[in-house]
């Protein structure tokens, strides 16, 4: 017991001396209000130096340790072996203390550096002079001496940690333990890779190379399920305004991610309501009022409604809400509501309510795969008339037509294999993630009969193209009179010759939508 004590006493450190050179000076006046009190000799650079006068503080200028100006337009300040030695040195090292001795080395204890705000400036739109101008040198060599030191040295390595710091600082009276130092060089090494992995995907053009650095992940309340971790890494916040609700599972993520790339697809269309369950639509209708759009998704599947995940393409009045606070429903998303909407939504306590912003998504879709990751571009592609080939004798109507492109759009997001039936812009009935093409398509049959749709004259959509003309024979005979798909099997004679002799009309896209 007393030699851990004693162990604990070695590797406490009281700090004598700082290095602060900073970009952000937010909540630095109270770092350097502490270390004054303490003592502390404080060298500075540049408006960092002058910051600190201004408080009234002494202050060393790194100059007049260095003897040497600030040269380059500042490019070079501190890059120097008297400010590198003051950091590196080994207290425990006879050989490290002689030369800090023989070389009049001061010691530098702490190292304060918040660094150029490289990310920032690049989606500023800035130049790439002074895109450039913004890769720090000085900083982050000190922020990895520092790092490497932190046996004997402190290092703080942005403005995101000097709550942090300042903390571990009062509590110890003026010192910090190995624990403390250890953990703030991690977290220097997570500032100094991911500033130079946004400085490298800034200059690469090789997609071969992958470099991902995501801080600050949410910690959710567990994984899919409750024996799984689970963590979301990215800026919620910048995405939705949450109005209302519990917060949000792994699960209510991975559907809110499937709803919003979904209604991607209306956006600008008249009024449209979707939805969801287990990432794939369960309604989808178009119509002129939000309402009927609400309703008429509804009608789809009100069983696999229950629970799911609501978005619409806009507003929610008080009349849709109305509607909507009928059914148990996990998440509601729209860019807009009434604040009347909002009121009658909020009776239901765990309902989380979303307002979307207008984000751009990333346009590279990442998964774990075996032991690596597998990288693609996102699907951009939405069918569209330019799309369409007709390659029966019979058109599509123009009505049909417009059905034909709403059910494709659906198809994109539903798991493969996958069926969808549409008519009169709404969801009739879909057939999702199932082994067989023609499993699919008589899920979707079955569906639409539990739900009393008529598929006389429903339109048919289809993710991949028909090996064999089964499929058309059942669509068929269950009503279907038009049909979309991206060809492509060396047999799709056999489906087309089908179609023909059965007057129903048949496009091919040549876009495959695959959602494995």
Do not use: W
């Not at 069983?303 to 809400?321: C, E, M, Q, R």
């Amino acid at each position: 017991m007393h030699l851990k004590q004693h162990n604990i006493m070695n590797t406490t450190k009281k700090i004598a001396s700082a290095l602060i050179s900073v970009f952000d000076k937010t909540g630095l006046e109270h770092i350097v209000k502490a270390l004054h009190q303490n003592n502390v000799t404080i060298y500075s650079t540049g408006g960092t130096e002058t910051f600190i006068k201004n408080l009234d503080i002494p202050v060393v200028a790194v100059e007049d340790i260095t003897s040497f100006p600030e040269i380059l337009g500042g490019r070079v300040k501190t890059l120097h072996p008297k400010i590198f030695g003051g950091i590196l040195n080994r207290q425990d090292h006879s050989g490290d203390v002689q030369q800090m001795q023989e070389f009049n080395i001061p010691q530098i204890d702490l190292v304060i550096v918040d660094l150029y705000p490289f990310e920032k400036t690049v989606a500023s739109g800035a130049s790439e002079a002074d895109i450039i101008e913004k890769i720090d040198i000085g900083g982050i060599s000190l922020i990895r001496a520092a790092a490497k030191n932190f046996k004997d040295t402190v290092i703080v390595p942005s403005v995101e940690e000097y709550a942090a710091f300042l903390n571990f600082y009062l509590e110890n009276n003026g010192a910090t333990t190995l624990e403390n130092r250890r953990l703030l060089a991690t977290k220097a090494f997570h500032v100094s890779s991911h500033y130079d992995g946004a400085i490298f995907n800034y200059f690469n053009t090789d997609e071969t190379y992958l470099k991902t650095s995501v801080a600050n992940g949410q910690i959710l309340r567990y994984g899919e399920n409750p024996h799984q971790k689970g963590f979301f890494f990215g800026d919620f916040d910048q995405m939705f305004t949450k109005v209302h609700g519990k917060e949000l599972s792994y699960n209510n993520l991975l559907d809110v991610d499937a709803a919003v790339n979904l209604m991607n697809e209306f956006k600008g269309d008249e009024p449209t309501f979707a939805i969801l369950k287990h990432n794939n639509a369960c309604g989808l209708a178009s119509r002129s009022t939000m309402k009927q759009a609400y309703l008429d998704a509804l009608a789809a599947d009100p069983t696999s409604a229950f629970g799911g995940v609501l978005i619409a393409n806009g507003k929610i009045d008080l009349a849709t809400a109305e509607e909507v606070n009928k059914l148990f429903c996990e998440v509601v998303i729209a860019p807009a509501y009434d604040q009347e909407a909002i009121d009658l939504l909020e009776e239901k306590k765990n309902r989380i309510i979303l307002i979307i912003n207008e984000v751009e998504l990333p346009q590279k879709n990442v998964r774990t795969c075996l032991n690596g990751v597998l990288v693609q571009d996102k699907d951009n592609v939405t069918d569209s008339k330019s799309h369409l080939k007709t390659v029966t004798n019979s058109a599509p109507t123009a009505d049909e037509i417009e059905d034909l492109l709403f059910a494709s759009k659906i198809c994109k997001h539903t798991k493969s294999n996958t069926i969808v039936f549409a008519k009169n812009k709404q969801l009739c009935a879909s057939g999702t993630g199932q082994t067989s093409r023609v499993d699919a398509l008589n899920q979707a049959i079955e569906k639409a009969k539990t739900f009393d749709f008529d598929l006389t004259g429903a339109v048919m959509a289809s993710d991949a193209f028909f090996p064999f003309p089964d499929c058309v024979e059942i669509a068929n005979k269950a009503g279907i009179t038009a049909i979309i798909q991206p060809g492509g099997s060396i047999k799709d004679e056999l489906s087309i010759d089908y179609c023909n002799a059965n007057n129903v009309a048949m496009v091919m896209t040549g876009v495959r939508h695959f959602k494995h």
